[in-house]
Nanobody, 123 residues
Framework: QVQLVESGGGSVQAGGSLRLSCLVS????????MAWFRQAPGKEREGVAG???????SYLGSVLGRFIISENNATNTLDLQMNSLKPEDTAIYSC?????????????????WGQGTRVTVSS
């Protein structure tokens, strides 16, 4: 069973930055993928950024160039650096993981989920 615990959410003004972290219980091999999802009020959950054990990444078009997903093997964390934040980035952000090697930004591709952390961007 993989356990995920997010931290780092908060409130920031437009143009600011936040860094989210997800503490992940370790996979026993490199065949895994992890991702960040978000869900804004009244909207469907959407995949923001994903990464696999080989370091391949994928991003939602609207965050490309602003958000960076990375994995820290020393601390077993999945991080999301969010820069140039916009009010439309306001959402509950959740990390997810699954034991397969390809990167995906579809929620139904992931088995394990964290509880979520709130990000609020004011204009």
């Amino acid at each position: 069973q993989v356990q995920l615990v997010e931290s780092g959410g908060g409130s920031v003004q437009a143009g600011g930055s936040l860094r989210l972290s997800c503490l992940v219980s370790k996979f026993t091999n490199s065949h895994y993928s992890m991702a960040w999802f978000r869900q804004a009020p009244g909207k469907e959950r959407e995949g923001v950024a994903g990464i696999n054990g080989a370091g391949t990444t994928s991003y939602l078009g609207s965050v490309l160039g602003r958000f960076i997903i990375s994995e820290n093997n020393a601390t077993n964390t999945l991080d999301l650096q969010m820069n140039s934040l916009k009010p439309e980035d306001t959402a509950i952000y959740s990390c997810a993981a699954d034991s397969r090697p390809w990167v995906a930004l579809r929620a139904d591709e992931y088995t394990f989920w964290g509880q979520g952390t709130r990000v609020t961007v004011s204009s």
